[in-house]
């Protein structure tokens, strides 16, 4: 089949439609598929039926999936699929309602070696709400000011799993877990390895502090990037049908959920994600 791949947003995002995932693709929808990714950010593939194992196998299209970390959530027959759901609690700590990133961020950067690609797999999703937002990082940093540009290149930021700036409750960890996951250090600006395009690369949830810059220039700094990155202008928002795989780079994007559907309605989605490389 050939790819044909339909706006969603404007400036990002795209929609693939026909395409059954559970069926070998041509060498020629692999490449496509892939370059769909590069210049949207964002790609939905519509209508999909999956069981976890070709879920998993069809993934391998984008990348290489990864075994995930969290047992209690790891799908009990797929090591690479975890499962978000709207019955998820923070078993470890206060026992409540647990929403995956629902402050804005981008995954795995409190990891030396951040996941290049995140998929959700909407499973079941609620009839209102529940929408995961997007924001382009190639064009928040596109728009910077030359003079911004030029005092944040080469600045680098810590970034650990409980920041102490964190917008939204994370799930509590052992302390063992605790001590696999000592702090890290990322470019506040990294280029794409693929597109060689720059990106601002910003998690609000996991920044702790720019290096070698005192507390409270720090915060202003990450204030004040964050608050232009988010800007409605370099947003998407996606709206889940049932069966929609979406396929995110987090390299130039970031995201969010949003928890705002009716209670008593279910959301379960099937994550994956693809091995990436260290940010540069
Ligand atoms: C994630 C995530 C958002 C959502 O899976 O990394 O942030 O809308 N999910 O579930
Ligand atoms: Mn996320």
Not at 132 to 152: E, G, H
Request: hydrophobic share 40%; proline share 6%; with cysteine.
């Amino acid at each position: 089949m050939t790819i044909a791949v339909s706006d969603l947003g404007g400036h990002m995002a795209g929609a693939v439609e026909g395409l059954d995932l559970g069926r070998p693709q041509d060498e020629a929808d692999v490449r496509a598929l892939r370059q769909a990714l590069l210049d949207r950010l964002v790609l939905c593939i519509r209508g999909q039926a999956l069981e976890p194992l070709p879920y998993r196998d069809a993934m391998r299209i984008f990348g290489k999936p990864m075994k995930q970390i969290t047992p209690a959530a790891t799908h009990p027959d797929c090591d690479e699929i975890l499962i978000l759901s709207s019955e998820d609690r923070d078993t470890l700590g206060d026992g409540g309602k647990l929403v995956v990133g629902a402050a804005w961020h981008t995954d795995d950067s409190y990891k030396a070696v951040p996941c290049a690609l995140t998929m959700l797999y909407g499973v079941a999703v609620p009839s209102t709400g529940g929408d995961t937002q997007f924001v382009n990082m190639y064009a928040a940093y596109d728009d910077l000011p030359a003079d911004t540009k030029a005092r944040i290149a080469g600045l680098r930021v810590i970034h650990q799993y409980d920041s102490s700036r964190k917008g939204n409750k994370v799930a509590k960890r052992t302390a063992e877990d605790m001590a696999r996951m000592p702090p890290v250090s990322h470019p506040l600006v990294r280029t794409h390895p693929e597109t060689g395009r720059k990106a601002l690369y910003l998690n609000p949830n996991r920044m702790e502090l720019v290096e070698g810059l005192p507390r409270a220039e720090s915060d202003a700094l990450l204030d004040a990037l964050t608050a232009h990155a988010i800007q409605p202008k370099y947003q998407y928002r996606h709206k889940w049908r049932q069966g929609d795989v979406l396929v995110w780079d987090n390299r130039c994007t970031m995201h969010k959920a949003n928890a705002d559907y009716p209670d008593g309605e279910r959301r379960r989605m099937h994550r994956v994600i693809v091995q990436g490389t260290v940010p540069v």
